[in-house]
């Protein structure tokens, strides 16, 4: 079994879409998405719909549930609240009826998703040795995947020992006998310095993982924020992947 892991799409249709053809080159025997589909970005409908549609399992995110008004958006710094505020005024009843049917956490082929971590599905961010360790010891599944920080990551565990770093494109690893925490980075929103939309080949049967990363036309997307009214430091940072 092989899967396609994508996360963090924020409403980036352009990155979405290239992210979408070339994981259809590798031909996966499934796509799982783990959350956040909209906010930030200018499109959140028409990735709704794609990931609706093109996704055999996926995950509510924090921003999703904040502009379903499931959680309070004071959480939130004052650009991601003009956004939220945004995408509430255009989002449509097929996409609120979608994202409010997900969860933030599934399992699946004996995988555990989680949009933030075991600890917390929704809020935690998974960066440090505590956080990482903490999620081994909150999960019994060999691989588990996570998103939110839109940092692609690759932990391995093996006994009591973990190795964990920043996964950049062709970051390869391998389950061997120990048990792997993954983040794929975000498709829509890259905040590791690379701006190119980041996805995750996973083989279930190998137990191999393959960061990989796509380029995909930025400007487009630059020009529907700053069409659509949404602050400018949203499209300026898709340029640097921060
Ligand atoms: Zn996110």
């Known amino acids: ?9 924020h409403a980036n249709l352009h990155a979405l879409t290239a992210v979408l053809a070339e994981v259809d080159g590798e031909r996966p025997d499934a796509i799982w998405c783990l959350g956040d589909l909209v906010g930030y970005g200018p499109r959140p409908n028409e990735c709704c719909s794609t990931v609706r549609t093109r996704a055999d399992l996926g995950l509510v995110g924090n921003h999703d549930l904040v502009v379903l ?3 309070d958006v004071t959480e ?14 255009v989002l449509n009843d097929d996409s609120r009826r979608y994202l409010a049917g997900l969860r933030p956490q599934a399992t699946a082929d004996g995988v555990e998703l989680y949009h933030g971590s075991p600890r917390n599905a929704v809020w935690e961010y ?20 996570i998103g939110h920080s ?52 996973l083989d279930l049967d190998d137990g191999r993982v393959w960061f990989r990363r796509v380029e995909y036309e930025v400007t487009r997307t630059q020009e529907e924020i700053r069409g659509a009214g949404l602050p400018e430091a949203l499209a300026e940072r898709l340029a640097f992947g921060i």
């Open 126 to 145: 998974v960066l440090d040795t505590e956080a990482i360790q903490a999620a081994f010891s909150h999960s019994n599944a060999k691989v588990i995947l």
């Open 1 to 9: 079994m092989r899967v396609a892991v994508i996360s963090d799409i």
């Open 150 to 201: 839109h940092i692609p990551i690759v932990a391995h565990l093996t006994g009591h020992d973990v190795q964990a770093a920043h996964a950049p494109e062709s970051t390869e690893a391998d389950l061997g006998d120990g048990r792997l925490l993954l983040n794929p980075g975000s498709v829509g929103q890259p905040r590791d310095g690379d701006p190119r939309a980041a996805w995750l080949l």
């Open 69 to 71: 008004g499931q959680v």
């Open 76 to 89: 939130f710094n004052p650009e991601a609240r003009r956004a939220v505020a945004w995408t509430q005024g």
